[in-house]
């Protein structure tokens, strides 16, 4: 048997709504765009927005998409969706938003060990950052408390994104070298 020469990197694909995940190996940004749309049965002439799961990051540009690790869970939007941290079009029987719940719970979790913001996901990052307070001082949280959440939980997102932004710069710098370095051999 002859063994088959594979090339491509593999990557987890999801649905906006966060219902479908689905794994494909692609070449290229192009590629990847197109089995996505194959896969995720949405017409090949309908546009689409590729962005980073975790946190709405948009990849547009080759040199990025080939940043990526391996297995990265990259969400496929059409033109008329958007990326959100939780799925918006989710209800309880109570009619609160499944992001509602999920901050309560977030809260809640923090005022046990407020120590516990610093291993939150970009997502509950987020959505901590983006809560409007006063909203939630119904629900027996502390006014002040609130605020130094949401405060912190900023500060935490923007660092959180900021080591991504140094990461993601030292592999294109160390892909660049490599291929310098073998263009350099060749050479001689």
Same mark, same amino acid.
């Given at each position: 048997?002859?063994?088959?020469?594979? /090339?491509?990197?593999?990557?987890?694909?999801?649905?906006?709504?966060?219902?479908?995940? @689905?794994?494909? #190996?692609?070449? =290229?940004?192009?590629?990847?765009?197109?089995?996505?749309?194959?896969?995720?049965?949405?017409? !090949?002439? !309908?546009?689409?927005?590729? #962005?980073?799961?975790?946190?709405?990051?948009?990849?547009?540009?080759?040199?990025?998409?080939?940043?990526?690790?391996? %297995?990265?869970?990259?969400?496929?939007?059409?033109?008329?969706?958007?990326?959100?941290?939780?799925?918006?079009?989710?209800? &309880? $029987?109570?009619?609160?938003?499944?992001?509602?719940?999920?901050?309560? =719970?977030?809260?809640?979790?923090?005022?046990?060990?407020?120590?516990? @913001? $610093?291993?939150?996901?970009?997502?509950?990052?987020?959505?901590?950052?983006?809560?409007?307070?006063?909203?939630?001082?119904?629900?027996?949280?502390?006014?002040? &408390?609130?605020?130094? #959440?949401?405060? $912190? =939980?900023?500060? &935490?997102?923007?660092?959180?994104?900021?080591?991504?932004? $140094?990461?993601?710069?030292?592999?294109?710098?160390?892909?660049? /070298?490599?291929?310098? %370095?073998?263009?350099?051999?060749?050479? #001689?």
């Amino acid at each position: 048997m002859a063994s088959e020469e594979y /090339t491509g990197k593999p990557y987890k694909i999801i649905d906006s709504k966060r219902e479908h995940k @689905i794994g494909i #190996v692609a070449t =290229s940004l192009s590629d990847f765009m197109t089995k996505a749309q194959q896969k995720l049965n949405i017409n !090949e002439n !309908e546009p689409i927005k590729v #962005v980073l799961e975790s946190d709405g990051t948009e990849i547009d540009e080759e040199d990025y998409f080939d940043t990526l690790e391996t %297995n990265t869970l990259i969400m496929i939007l059409k033109s008329d969706q958007k990326w959100s941290p939780y799925d918006i079009s989710f209800k &309880f $029987a109570d009619d609160q938003i499944d992001g509602t719940q999920s901050l309560n =719970s977030l809260i809640r979790r923090l005022q046990n060990d407020i120590g516990q @913001i $610093a291993f939150l996901s970009g997502c509950d990052l987020e959505l901590l950052s983006d809560m409007d307070p006063e909203s939630l001082v119904d629900l027996a949280f502390d006014r002040s &408390f609130l605020d130094q #959440v949401k405060e $912190a =939980s900023g500060r &935490f997102l923007y660092e959180k994104r900021e080591a991504q932004d $140094a990461i993601n710069l030292l592999k294109l710098y160390h892909a660049s /070298t490599i291929g310098q %370095n073998s263009t350099k051999k060749s050479k #001689v």
